[in-house]
Nanobody, 124 residues
Framework: QVQLVESGGGVVQTGDSLRLSCAVS????????VGWVRQAPGKEREVVAV????????YSADSVKGRFTISRDNAKNTVYLQMNSLKPEDTAVYYC?????????????????WGQGTQVTVSS
């Protein structure tokens, strides 16, 4: 099993920045990637950023490219999502997810482990 614990959500204003953290523990060798997936009310889940353990390849969705950056600290087994220039449409519950996607890292259903989620609210 892999445990994921998110932190760092909150309420911010348009244009502000926020950093989310995901502490990864357990059988981390059983996953290849860790990603951030968000879900807004009434919308489907969206994989916004992904990072692989080795090497540190990354993926960012077009909707956040240039504003969000995913990174990791191997010593702390923690993955971060730095979110800059936040917009109201970024409002969602953000989940940390991990797994071994076989088809495409953009498919949220291919992730095996999930955190409890952290709310990010961007006010206009």
């Amino acid at each position: 099993q892999v445990q994921l614990v998110e932190s760092g959500g909150g309420v911010v204003q348009t244009g502000d920045s926020l950093r989310l953290s995901c502490a990864v523990s357990g059988r981390t060798f059983s996953v290849d990637v860790v990603g951030w997936v968000r879900q807004a009310p009434g919308k489907e889940r969206e994989v916004v950023a992904v990072i692989s353990w080795k090497p540190a390849n990354t993926y960012s969705a077009d909707s956040v490219k240039g504003r969000f950056t995913i990174s990791r600290d191997n010593a702390k087994n923690t993955v971060y999502l730095q979110m800059n220039s936040l917009k109201p449409e970024d409002t969602a519950v953000y989940y940390c997810a991990a797994g071994r996607p076989r088809t495409n890292v953009r498919n949220s259903y291919e992730y095996d482990y999930w955190g409890q989620g952290t709310q990010v609210t961007v006010s206009s």
